[in-house]
């Protein structure tokens, strides 16, 4: 019982930095999925979709870690309207940020295009991973990509 009171002790902390990076690996992906969902459905509609700040219909935000929606403008009014939320992620767990410059939006064109046409970069960081997180790219032609990042 001893040996197995040590073997826990010693084990368990080792844990906790595997399930942050996994923590923050899962979010990456999920939001590398919203991104190309968002594309795909501007493309597939031939109407702008965006990836907004929010995960209440009719509301955009700037807090990313609150959670985000992927949603089409069918009625182009540029609200989000109920029926209109194609995709909702929930609030990041906590020590997880996402940071999203200049925007509460992501907005891709009938084409699939980011739109305004600018290069974006996403962080995703953890607080107890140290250093490390992922950037996401989007590229003005909607591509999308990620890799390894620094963290402040």
Known sequence: MTILAILLAVAIPSFAPMLSTNRLFAVQTELMSSLALARSEAAKRGMPVSVVSSTTPGVVGN???????????????????????????????????????????????????????????????????????YQITIQPNGLVDSASATCP
Request: charge should be negative; charged fraction near 15%.
């Open 63 to 133: 807090e990313w870690g609150a959670g985000w929606s992927v949603w089409v403008d069918s009625n182009a009014n540029g609200v989000v309207d109920s029926g209109e939320v194609l995709r909702a992620h929930e609030a990041l767990s906590s020590g997880l940020t996402l940071s999203v410059p200049n925007s509460g939006v992501i907005k891709f064109d009938s084409h699939g295009y980011l739109s305004p046409a600018l290069l974006r970069q996403l962080k995703v960081c953890s607080a107890t991973s140290g250093t490390s997180g």
